[in-house]
């Protein structure tokens, strides 16, 4: 089990381990792989506004108050976007934290802090068909498996199917929706 999980603002140090841990294959994985990314973007994007927008976001995963990865959240829709918004959710973990519990609590903890600070509905992740552990993660940390999207990613020179999960508010953890 794993040291205690929290979510965080991330900061100049954790850029430095994002930029570490998830600038190659080796780092991000076979399901996350998408080729070599300008890591500018990622420290403009922090110095305006902290990662932290209404639209999208980024907060660091720590262990016992040591980085260990992210979560991000951003906008997706499955109709016009002023009435089916909803908040579509991404981890990466350094290779060290993967298999032991800390993908679960981070993604729970995300879908209780978008619930707890935003006015969605339904929280959306999606996996590769064949991350047999991130479906279990996901259904671990209370997402609803709802079926497979076909020829969905393009990484790696191919089309990959993907496994989409959502929660609702109704079903967040810990059971009812706050007041």
């Given at each position: 089990?794993?040291?205690?999980?929290?979510?965080r603002?991330?900061?100049?140090?954790?850029?430095?381990?994002?930029?570490?841990?998830?600038?190659?294959?080796?780092?991000?994985?076979?399901?996350?792989?998408?080729?070599?990314?300008?890591?500018?973007?990622?420290?403009?994007r922090?110095?305006?506004?902290?990662?932290?927008?209404?639209?999208?976001?980024?907060?660091?995963?720590?262990?016992?108050?040591?980085?260990?990865?992210?979560?991000?959240?951003?906008?997706?829709?499955?109709?016009?976007?002023?009435?089916?918004?909803?908040?579509?959710?991404?981890?990466?973990?350094?290779?060290?934290?993967?298999?032991?519990?800390?993908?679960?609590?981070?993604q729970?903890?995300?879908?209780?802090?978008?619930?707890?600070?935003?006015?969605?509905?339904?929280?959306?992740?999606?996996?590769?068909c064949?991350?047999?552990?991130?479906?279990?993660?996901?259904?671990?940390?209370?997402?609803?498996?709802?079926?497979?999207?076909?020829?969905?990613?393009?990484?790696?020179?191919?089309?990959?199917?993907?496994?989409?999960?959502?929660?609702?508010?109704?079903?967040?953890?810990?059971?009812?929706?706050?007041?």
């Amino acid at each position: 089990m794993p040291d205690e999980i929290t979510l965080r603002p991330v900061t100049a140090d954790d850029l430095d381990v994002f930029e570490r841990e998830f600038s190659g294959p080796e780092g991000v994985g076979p399901y996350q792989w998408f080729g070599f990314r300008s890591l500018v973007d990622l420290r403009r994007r922090f110095a305006e506004t902290g990662l932290l927008g209404p639209e999208a976001g980024v907060l660091t995963v720590a262990e016992a108050g040591r980085t260990v990865g992210r979560v991000e959240w951003f906008a997706g829709t499955w109709g016009r976007p002023a009435t089916s918004t909803c908040w579509s959710l991404a981890i990466g973990l350094v290779p060290a934290a993967r298999g032991r519990g800390i993908g679960t609590q981070a993604q729970r903890l995300l879908a209780e802090y978008l619930f707890d600070h935003t006015r969605a509905e339904r929280l959306q992740a999606w996996t590769d068909c064949a991350n047999l552990a991130e479906q279990r993660s996901l259904e671990n940390a209370g997402f609803v498996r709802e079926g497979v999207l076909r020829s969905a990613q393009w990484r790696g020179g191919q089309w990959h199917d993907q496994v989409i999960f959502s929660m609702l508010r109704a079903e967040r953890p810990g059971g009812e929706p706050r007041r």
